[in-house]
C-alpha cells in the first residue's frame, strides 16, 4: 500500500522489519548486559586495586555507569544518521561498534597485570559501547512502527524490548554454567572472558540479518521527495523539545533494572554487604524475572493498541517504584525464594507497563524527519542519569549502613514518579495515522474507526 494512508506496503516486510530489530536488539544488548553482570560479580576484583573492597565495588559500578554517560553523545551522532542515511544504516552501524568494543573487553589484562591501565582501558571501551548502544533502541522502534500496520504498532514495536530482555538472559545464562561449573580461580582468571570473546558471532550474524531489510516507506518517501533534512538535531530541539524533555523524563525509569540487576546484585554478592548470596544463585533472578518480561512484553504491546499508551506507563512506573522497597528487603533478610519472587513481580511483570510500550509511545511523539535523532536524544539523556544511581546507592548506603532497602527504594519510587507524571502530560497518540505523528493539531482517528482497522490488520496477519 501507499505509505500516504499510513500503512506499510506490505505485511512480509513488518515481519521481517520486527524480526531484524527484535534479534538486533538480543545481540546488541547481550553485549552491553554481560559487562553489567561482570561489574557487579567480577571487576571489582579484576581491574580495581584489592586493598579497599568498598572502594573497588563504587569504582567498578562507575565504570557500569561510564557506558550511560556516553549515550548522548553517541545519540546525537548516530540520530542524526538515522534520519539522514536511513533507519537501516544506523542499525548496522551500531552493530559493528558494539560487537568490537565488547570483544577487545574479553581481551584486556587485569589491575595485577598491567596497574592503572587496566581501569583506564576498560573505561574507554565502556565508552565505546555506550556510544554504539545509543542508536539501537530508537533506530529499531523507528523502523517496526514505521513498517507496522496501523493498529498495531504498539504489538510490533513491544517486540524491541522483547529483544533486550531475551539479550539480558542470554547475557546471565552464559555466565551461569561458567559459574556453576568452573571453579573460582579459572573462572576469575579466564573464564569470564569467554561471554566477551563470543561477541565476534554478533558481529557477523548481526550483519547478516540487518542487511536483508528494506528501508522503511516513510523515510524512502521522504528521501525520493528530497526532504530529508540535513540538520535533524536543530529541528528536533526546536520543534519537539517538551516532548523531548518528557521522554527524558520517562526514561528514568531505567532506575528498576539498576535497582534490580547492578545496585541488587553488588548488594547480594559483595562480600563487604555480608549478604552472602552465592554468585551462580544470584544469576538466576534476572534470568528468571526476564523469562517472564519476554512472555508480558507483547501482551502489554498489544494492550496499549487497545486502551493507548499513556496508563500502562503510569501504573508500571508507580508500581514498579513500590515494589522496588519489597524487592530490596528480600535481599536484606537474606530470603532467596522471596527475592527472586518480588523480583519477577517488579521487574518481570509490573515494569513491563512501562518497558512494553515505550518503543511505540516515544517515536509516536516525533515526526519522521527528525524521529531517530528526538528520541535517541532524549531516552539516553534520562538513560545517563540512571546510570550515575549504581555508584550514587553504594555511596548513600554502602557495606554496613543501616535501612539499605528504605533509603534505595525511597530514591526508586520518587524517580518513578517522575517518570508517571511525564507520560500522564504526554499526548495520546496511538489512533493518530503515521504520516501525522509530530503533529500538534492532527486529530485522531475515531475510535469506532480505529478499531476496525486494528481488527482488520489482526486479521490479515492470521491470514498471512
Given at each position: 500500500?501507499?505509505?500516504?494512508?499510513?500503512?506499510?506496503?506490505?505485511?512480509?516486510?513488518?515481519?521481517?522489519?520486527?524480526?531484524?530489530?527484535?534479534?538486533?536488539?538480543?545481540?546488541?544488548?547481550?553485549?552491553?548486559?554481560?559487562?553489567?553482570?561482570?561489574?557487579?560479580?567480577?571487576?571489582?576484583?579484576?581491574?580495581?586495586?584489592?586493598t579497599?573492597?568498598?572502594?573497588?565495588?563504587?569504582?567498578?559500578?562507575?565504570?557500569?555507569?561510564?557506558?550511560?554517560?556516553?549515550?548522548?553523545?553517541?545519540?546525537?551522532?548516530?540520530?542524526?544518521?538515522?534520519?539522514?542515511?536511513?533507519?537501516?544504516?544506523?542499525?548496522?552501524?551500531?552493530?559493528?561498534?558494539?560487537?568490537?568494543?565488547?570483544?577487545?573487553?574479553?581481551?584486556?589484562?587485569?589491575?595485577?597485570?598491567?596497574?592503572?591501565?587496566a581501569?583506564?582501558?576498560?573505561?574507554?571501551?565502556?565508552l565505546?559501547?555506550?556510544?554504539?548502544?545509543?542508536?539501537?533502541?530508537?533506530?529499531?522502534?523507528?523502523?517496526?512502527?514505521?513498517?507496522?500496520?496501523?493498529?498495531?504498532?504498539?504489538?510490533?514495536?513491544?517486540?524491541t524490548?522483547?529483544?533486550?530482555?531475551?539479550?539480558?538472559?542470554?547475557?546471565?545464562?552464559i555466565?551461569?554454567?561458567?559459574?556453576?561449573?568452573?571453579?573460582?580461580?579459572?573462572?576469575?582468571?579466564?573464564?569470564?572472558?569467554?561471554?566477551?570473546?563470543?561477541?565476534?558471532?554478533?558481529?557477523?550474524?548481526?550483519?547478516?540479518?540487518?542487511?536483508?531489510?528494506?528501508?522503511?516507506?516513510?523515510?524512502?518517501?521522504e528521501?525520493?521527495?528530497g526532504?530529508v533534512?540535513?540538520?535533524?538535531?536543530?529541528?528536533?530541539?526546536?520543534?519537539?523539545?517538551?516532548?523531548?524533555?518528557?521522554?527524558?523524563?520517562?526514561?528514568?525509569?531505567?532506575?528498576?533494572?539498576?535497582?534490580?540487576?547492578?545496585?541488587?546484585?553488588?548488594?547480594?554478592?559483595?562480600?563487604?554487604?555480608?549478604?552472602?548470596f552465592?554468585?551462580?544463585?544470584?544469576?538466576?533472578?534476572?534470568?528468571?524475572?526476564?523469562?517472564?518480561?519476554?512472555?508480558?512484553?507483547?501482551?502489554?504491546?498489544?494492550?496499549?493498541d487497545?486502551?493507548?499508551?499513556?496508563?500502562p506507563?503510569?501504573v508500571?512506573?508507580?508500581?514498579?517504584?513500590?515494589l522496588?522497597?519489597?524487592?530490596?528487603?528480600?535481599?536484606?533478610?537474606?530470603?532467596?525464594?522471596?527475592a527472586?519472587?518480588?523480583?519477577?513481580?517488579?521487574?518481570?511483570?509490573?515494569?513491563?507497563?512501562?518497558?512494553?510500550?515505550?518503543?511505540?509511545?516515544?517515536?509516536?511523539?516525533?515526526?519522521?524527519?527528525?524521529?531517530?535523532?528526538?528520541?535517541?536524544?532524549?531516552?539516553?539523556?534520562?538513560?545517563?542519569?540512571?546510570?550515575?544511581?549504581?555508584?550514587?546507592?553504594?555511596?548513600?548506603?554502602?557495606?554496613?549502613?543501616?535501612?539499605?532497602?528504605?533509603?534505595?527504594?525511597?530514591?526508586?519510587?520518587?524517580?518513578?514518579?517522575i517518570?508517571a507524571?511525564?507520560?500522564?502530560?504526554?499526548?495520546?497518540?496511538?489512533r493518530?495515522?503515521?504520516?501525522?505523528?509530530?503533529?500538534?493539531?492532527?486529530?485522531?482517528?475515531?475510535?469506532?474507526?480505529?478499531?476496525?482497522?486494528?481488527?482488520?490488520?489482526?486479521?490479515?496477519?492470521?491470514?498471512?
Amino acid at each position: 500500500m501507499s505509505s500516504s494512508t499510513g500503512v506499510p506496503h506490505d505485511s512480509g516486510q513488518t515481519k521481517k522489519a520486527t524480526a531484524s530489530g527484535w534479534i538486533g536488539s538480543v545481540l546488541e544488548y547481550y553485549d552491553f548486559f554481560i559487562y553489567a553482570t561482570a561489574a557487579s560479580l567480577i571487576f571489582p576484583q579484576l581491574f580495581f586495586p584489592s586493598t579497599d573492597p568498598q572502594m573497588a565495588i563504587i569504582a567498578s559500578l562507575a565504570t557500569y555507569g561510564v557506558g550511560y554517560v556516553a549515550r548522548p553523545i553517541g545519540a546525537f551522532f548516530l540520530g542524526h544518521w538515522g534520519d539522514t542515511h536511513g533507519r537501516k544504516q544506523v542499525l548496522i552501524l551500531c552493530m559493528f561498534l558494539m560487537g568490537f568494543s565488547t570483544l577487545a573487553v574479553g581481551l584486556l589484562p587485569t589491575y595485577a597485570q598491567v596497574g592503572l591501565w587496566a581501569p583506564a582501558l576498560l573505561v574507554v571501551l565502556r565508552l565505546m559501547q555506550g556510544f554504539a548502544v545509543a542508536g539501537e533502541i530508537s533506530g529499531a522502534s523507528s523502523m517496526i512502527m514505521e513498517h507496522a500496520p496501523f493498529g498495531r504498532r504498539g504489538y510490533y514495536a513491544s517486540y524491541t524490548l522483547q529483544g533486550v530482555q531475551a539479550g539480558q538472559i542470554l547475557a546471565a545464562a552464559i555466565f551461569l554454567p561458567l559459574a556453576y561449573f568452573l571453579p573460582n580461580e579459572a573462572f576469575n582468571s579466564w573464564g569470564w572472558r569467554i561471554p566477551f570473546l563470543l561477541s565476534f558471532v554478533v558481529i557477523i550474524v548481526g550483519f547478516y540479518i540487518r542487511k536483508e531489510v528494506e528501508e522503511t516507506p516513510i523515510f524512502a518517501e521522504e528521501q525520493a521527495q528530497g526532504v530529508v533534512p540535513r540538520a535533524p538535531i536543530v529541528q528536533a530541539f526546536t520543534e519537539c523539545w517538551r516532548d523531548m524533555l518528557r521522554v527524558s523524563c520517562m526514561a528514568l525509569m531505567n532506575v528498576i533494572p539498576v535497582v534490580t540487576t547492578i545496585f541488587g546484585a553488588a548488594y547480594a554478592v559483595q562480600a563487604g554487604y555480608g549478604i552472602g548470596f552465592d554468585k551462580s544463585v544470584y544469576l538466576w533472578i534476572p534470568v528468571i524475572g526476564n523469562c517472564v518480561a519476554v512472555v508480558v512484553i507483547p501482551m502489554v504491546g498489544n494492550l496499549s493498541d487497545r486502551i493507548g499508551r499513556r496508563l500502562p506507563v503510569v501504573v508500571g512506573a508507580l508500581g514498579a517504584g513500590l515494589l522496588s522497597f519489597g524487592y530490596l528487603y528480600a535481599i536484606s533478610v537474606k530470603n532467596v525464594p522471596l527475592a527472586v519472587g518480588m523480583s519477577i513481580l517488579m521487574w518481570g511483570v509490573v515494569y513491563q507497563g512501562y518497558n512494553a510500550v515505550f518503543p511505540s509511545f516515544f517515536p509516536e511523539m516525533f515526526p519522521a524527519r527528525t524521529r531517530v535523532t528526538a528520541m535517541a536524544i532524549s531516552q539516553n539523556v534520562g538513560t545517563m542519569i540512571t546510570a550515575l544511581l549504581p555508584a550514587l546507592f553504594a555511596t548513600v548506603a554502602p557495606p554496613g549502613s543501616a535501612n539499605i532497602p528504605l533509603t534505595v527504594g525511597s530514591i526508586a519510587l520518587a524517580i518513578t514518579a517522575i517518570a508517571a507524571t511525564a507520560a500522564w502530560t504526554a499526548r495520546e497518540n496511538s489512533r493518530i495515522r503515521l504520516q501525522d505523528l509530530g503533529n500538534p493539531n492532527a486529530m485522531p482517528v475515531e475510535e469506532s474507526a480505529y478499531l476496525a482497522q486494528r481488527q482488520q490488520a489482526i486479521d490479515s496477519a492470521k491470514a498471512a
